[in-house]
């Protein structure tokens, strides 16, 4: 029996100290992990959570058919790091496995995944796989662990891709199975296709990449480096989110209207609860908004701009001391002809103050149909702000 007697940590830690020491891997591993109780310690201080049953596996004599990973858990939590397994299908072939990680500092093996849905960042095999009509029929973590502090990230992130290297040894999920990818002896069983009911998809052991990670930053400065990091994305999400919604793609209206469909119970009870607390209310208007962006709209309106600046008084005019409870009637009335024989307005209706020209009939305002009566060959407007250089030709 493999590994009988043992943990599912010592075993991760035999074969991961194992393969870090046969054939040529990059050299900063030994940087990583100096001594095995180096590696052991991190792996421990991680919290690894592993998957449903997997120490009886690796201690069985045979290796497990494919219907044991598609037994397995498809659920992906939020905020951790794993090592993932996927399993291809294609009707009439023989099914494919892939093992890899998924370490992003945001948003770890969910981003990872997120990936495979969207076709980024896909490793080569599995995108040949796709070309060649096979599809991912299951996805499950075989182990994982909270997102690391942004001070340990680093070196975690090796801890990580170092279990990958070894989970690909155990299941032996590589492409080849007459070459050693150099774990020599350490394949838990024969590797033959007629041992596996399935065929491996990883082209390589992770341990001959190089990591994506200073592990010579102290943590003062990976803490530093992690704010920034966090303060820019912070800012390019905003404005990025700003031009989205000024420019629209359909993708999005697709989203929000589906988003709509799904949170239109409860927008109506937070709304209803608004509207009873008085949440969004004006108190200038006394109406009452059912979120914030009425409330918005509403400190838009005339109405409420008239409110502000008048209070409750109506629209007033002073020369004719009369008031008008709606703005369109008391824009008629500055139009009429006993407003402007009291106020000196301008007569083309833009209800400007203008200086009064003596009349013999009507002293002290301008009358229009004096003017026109003068030897005068045209008629300046004197008001610019509202008909900027027109020109009324008198009458003949």
């Not at 919290?47 to 009886?56: A, H, I, K, Q, T």
């Not at 090592?83 to 494919?96: A, M, Q, T």
């Not at 993708?251 to 469909?261: D, F, M, S, V």
């Not at 969004?280 to 008239?306: E, F, G, S």
């Amino acid at each position: 029996m493999p590994y009988a007697g043992l943990t599912i940590i010592d075993v991760i830690v035999l074969v991961t100290w194992g393969a870090l020491n046969i054939g040529w891997i990059n050299p900063r591993w030994h940087y990583a992990f100096p001594t095995k109780a180096v590696l052991t310690g991190l792996i421990l201080s991680a919290g690894f959570v592993f998957c449903p049953g997997l120490l009886d596996v690796v201690q069985s004599v045979t290796p497990p058919p494919i219907s044991w990973f598609e037994s397995l858990p498809s659920t992906m939590p939020m905020h951790v790091w794993a090592i993932y397994v996927l399993v291809l299908r294609k009707p009439g072939f023989r099914p494919r496995l892939y093992i890899g990680s998924g370490t992003g500092a945001k948003r770890g093996v969910r981003g990872r995944m997120y990936g495979y849905d969207n076709d980024k960042e896909i490793p080569a095999n599995v995108k040949r796989a796709f070309q060649e009509g096979y599809t991912i029929t299951h996805r499950a973590l075989l182990a994982y662990c909270p997102t690391p502090a942004a001070a340990v990230i680093p070196i975690m992130r090796h801890v990580l891709v170092a279990m990958e290297a070894a989970f690909s040894c155990i299941f032996s999920a590589m492409l080849n199975p007459d070459k050693q990818y150099g774990f020599g002896s350490l394949y838990t069983w024969p590797r033959s296709i007629h041992v596996f009911e399935y065929d491996g998809l990883c082209s390589h052991s992770s341990l001959r990449e190089a990591v994506v990670g200073d592990l010579h930053l102290t943590a003062e400065q990976l803490d530093a480096i992690a704010s920034t990091q966090a303060e820019q994305e912070r800012v390019y999400g905003l404005e990025y989110a700003r031009n989205l919604r000024a420019n629209p793609t359909e993708q999005l209206r697709e989203t929000q209207r589906n988003n709509n469909i799904k949170q239109k119970a409860g927008t109506k009870a937070r709304q209803q609860q608004a509207i009873a607390s008085g949440t969004y209310a004006c108190r200038t208007c006394n109406v009452n908004n059912r979120d914030a962006a009425m409330l918005r709209r509403h400190n838009d309106t005339p109405r409420h701009k008239k409110k502000l600046i008048m209070g409750d008084d109506d629209y007033h005019c002073d020369y004719c001391d009369i008031s008008f409870q709606y703005k369109s009637n008391y824009s008629k009335h500055l139009e009429s002809k006993s407003h402007l024989a009291k106020s000196n307005h301008c007569a083309f209706r833009c209800h400007r103050f203008v200086p009064s020209l003596p009349n013999p009939d009507l002293p002290g305002f301008l009358d229009i149909d004096y003017l026109l009566k003068l030897d005068t060959p045209t008629l300046y407007h004197h008001d610019s702000d509202c008909i900027n250089g027109i020109v009324y030709h008198a009458a003949p």
